[in-house]
């Protein structure tokens, strides 16, 4: 048994011997790869509309404007600076400017005027240049910016259903 161990030593001497030469005289080289990637800033949106309801030129909104609220959805890259506006509309009164707009929603000929505004206070106009537009830097996850929309009071017309489209612009 002892002779059998001392061949085995032998044995696992010269292999691991012969292991240890041949990664000995192993030649390696190496090179750097390189990776690269780019971001570029990206915006995505969309919008839940301003839907006012019914208006009552008779009764209830005779002495009081009617409000709604609807949102405008952005996600936009990381730290990107970027400026929302709102369009002037269809169906802008004659004098509206980008800045400040006078929007109208139509009923065929007839048209209720109303107004889309920054904050709940209904102080600050919504418009399309940059200085009547909202500004926000991008997260990366989804921001809901609400749109306040006031239908002033007193404005007698015939019943129908009355509507506009205000294009939403993301700048960044």
């Given amino acids: 048994m002892k002779a059998f161990a001392k061949i085995s030593l032998v044995l696992a001497t010269a292999i691991l011997t012969v292991a240890a030469s041949s990664s000995a ?10 990776v690269t990637a780019n971001i570029n800033n990206n915006c995505a949106i969309s919008s839940t509309p301003v839907a006012f309801g019914n208006y009552d ?4 909104n005779l002495t009081s404007d009617l409000t709604a609220t609807g949102t405008v959805l952005v996600t936009c ?11 002037e509309g269809l169906n802008k009164l004659g004098g ?23 904050e709940s206070s209904h102080t600050t106009g919504w418009g399309n240049t940059g200085a009547a537009g909202i500004s926000i830097t991008g997260s990366g996850i989804q921001q809901s910016i609400p749109v306040y929309g006031v ?3 007193g404005q007698n017309m015939p019943a129908g259903s ?10 960044f």
């Fill in 151 to 153: 239908i002033g009071h």
């Fill in 25 to 34: 005289s192993a030649q390696t080289s190496t090179s750097n790869l390189s």
């Fill in 57 to 60: 030129p008779i009764v209830g």
């Fill in 162 to 171: 009355y509507t506009d489209t205000v294009v939403v612009t993301v700048s």
């Fill in 96 to 118: 509206s400017t980008p800045a400040v707009p006078l929007r109208q929603a139509a009923n065929s000929g007839n048209k209720l005027n109303y107004f889309l505004y920054q």
């Fill in 77 to 87: 890259t990381i730290g990107d600076n970027t400026v929302i506006t709102l369009g």
